[in-house]
């Protein structure tokens, strides 16, 4: 009898396994974090948070977990198995990344920040800058601001595109860019023009 149970189970949970369909969440707060971690740097030069440490205080459980039925237990084997990649996580540490983030952060602080000083550049409400007032530069130095500009949309287009491929998910680059907009938006100093949801200039 216990044979033929263990039987049914087996049956059961590999047809189980089958018809499982886990939803993969696009870990919004793991996403905020990083683009406030990497924007921070970028912009201000602020150390990333560190992880806080494990409360190294809290009591040992004295008493041992309940025993788990066979069922749940052959469903631990076979379903996270199946599934252990689809679990939501942001993996934002990649030398692609890294190498994206040392170039962004050496063109705001050799060019960029002085732009968005002068209200000639703006950041747009897609996570991207865009000349705003050409006007406010000299007219040769518009040129190279130009060009400052295309670079900068180049890394930023990268960097979306990465965390994503990084994470095995391309189908999270546009709420990783969306993440990321509204965040440099909210990093932006004091004086600086964003665009607003309508696309509007607004200086903040």
């Known amino acids: ?3 033929l149970t263990c039987i049914v189970l087996t049956m059961l949970a590999i047809a189980l396994v089958g018809c499982v369909t886990i939803n993969v969440y696009f870990p919004e707060a793991a996403a905020q974090k ?6 921070g740097t970028v912009l201000d030069g602020s150390a990333p948070k560190a992880p806080p440490a494990t ?9 041992p977990p309940p025993a788990r039925q066979p069922s749940a237990m052959l469903l631990d084997l076979l379903v996270p198995a199946a599934y252990a990649d689809d679990v939501p996580n942001l993996r934002v540490q990649t030398p692609a990344v890294q190498a994206i983030h040392d170039r962004m952060q050496a063109r705001f602080q050799n ?4 732009l968005l000083d002068s209200g000639a550049v703006g950041f747009t409400r897609d996570g991207m800058v865009a000349m705003r007032d050409a006007a406010k530069l000299p ?4 040129a190279q601001a130009s060009a400052t500009v295309a670079d900068e949309n180049r890394d930023r287009s990268a960097l979306y595109r990465e965390i994503a491929n990084a994470n095995n998910h ?7 860019r969306a993440t990321f907009a509204q965040t440099w938006i909210d990093h932006a100093h004091a004086g600086w023009y964003y665009q607003n949801a309508s696309g509007a200039w607004q200086r903040k």
């Open 1 to 3: 009898m216990r044979k």
């Open 34 to 39: 990083a683009a406030d971690q990497f924007i």
């Open 55 to 63: 409360d190294k205080s809290a009591p040992a459980r004295d008493t």
């Open 111 to 114: 060019s960029l920040q002085a």
């Open 139 to 142: 007219l040769s130095e518009r």
């Open 170 to 176: 391309p189908e999270w680059e546009a709420q990783i």
